[in-house]
């Protein structure tokens, strides 16, 4: 592969990572909007329905984070090898500069993925709770 391959690949990978995270933020914040609104009236079939759906595309989108992630990680470490043999043009990024960074970078996105799903649900039960009790 040559290093303009590689370039155009972790640039490709970089912008699906980009688009995933934008597609789970959005279906969350709708997520909370709409527990914030409706938690207290749905019936629990309904509350199933809603939480299956919600987790499903979370989970997936999720798992898609840490796949494509994974995936950048590798194409960092190819960038930091070839940068060790003399490709310089390699070094725009981050992560092929500081191997650590990029790790951490990664990690960190997984774990604000993770974060907002559970406090997405936390907030649905906390907000039907709350509701309920006001009434």
Do not use: C, K
């Not at 299956?52 to 930091?80: K, P, T």
């Amino acid at each position: 592969m040559t290093d303009y391959e590689i370039a155009s690949l972790f640039a490709e990978y970089a912008s699906i990572l980009e688009q995933t995270f934008i597609n789970y933020i959005s279906v969350m914040f709708a997520f909370l909007v709409a527990s914030y609104l409706v938690a207290h009236r749905l019936s629990n079939a309904m509350i199933g329905v809603v939480l299956v759906l919600y987790s499903a595309f979370a989970l997936n989108q999720i798992a898609m984070m840490f796949a494509v992630s994974s995936d950048l990680r590798g194409l960092e470490l190819l960038m930091v090898e070839r940068i060790s043999q003399g490709a310089e043009e390699l070094r725009f990024h981050s992560g092929a500069r500081n191997p650590l960074l990029g790790l951490l970078l990664g990690v960190s996105g997984f774990f604000a993925m993770v974060g907002g799903f559970v406090g997405s649900l936390w907030f649905f039960f906390l907000q039907r709770v709350a509701t309920r009790n006001d009434a």
